[in-house]
């Protein structure tokens, strides 16, 4: 499967942004979807997971975040609010079809090439 992300760019904090993945699966075939970030200096972290209907997210966007997927069942959403400097950095989609859905990269067989998400103070 295929996956393309797009929405980065570049806002001032307390701004907003929706981040998309578009799949060239339907999106169900997947056992669940994550969107990641790699922050300056940090290693790759998930941010929201999706699985089943149900979504999770990082303590560092709960309230901020949400993920959705779109009735065309091929797309992917970060809807981002409140957006703070320290959520700079690329953000990619990722998905796993073998069950091994978490909050590990090691977790996912398919990804992105990721979207430059910038915040300014």
């Known amino acids: 499967a295929r996956l393309e992300e797009s929405g980065g760019g570049s806002v001032q904090a307390g701004g907003s942004l929706r981040l998309s993945c578009t799949t060239s699966?339907?999106?169900?075939?997947?056992?669940?979807m994550t969107w990641f970030r790699r922050s300056p200096g940090k290693e790759r972290e998930a941010v929201a997971i999706?699985?089943?209907?149900?979504?999770t997210y990082a303590e560092s966007v709960q309230g901020r975040f949400t993920i959705s997927k779109d009735k065309d069942q091929h797309t992917l959403y970060l809807q981002m609010y409140s957006l703070k400097p320290e959520d700079t950095g690329m953000y990619y989609c990722a998905a796993d079809d073998r069950f091994t859905c978490g909050w590990e990269d090691k977790s996912y067989n398919y990804w992105g090439q990721g979207t430059q998400v910038t915040v300014s103070s």
């Open positions: 999706i699985s089943r209907g149900i979504a």
């Open positions: 699966r339907y999106t169900y075939g997947f056992a669940c």
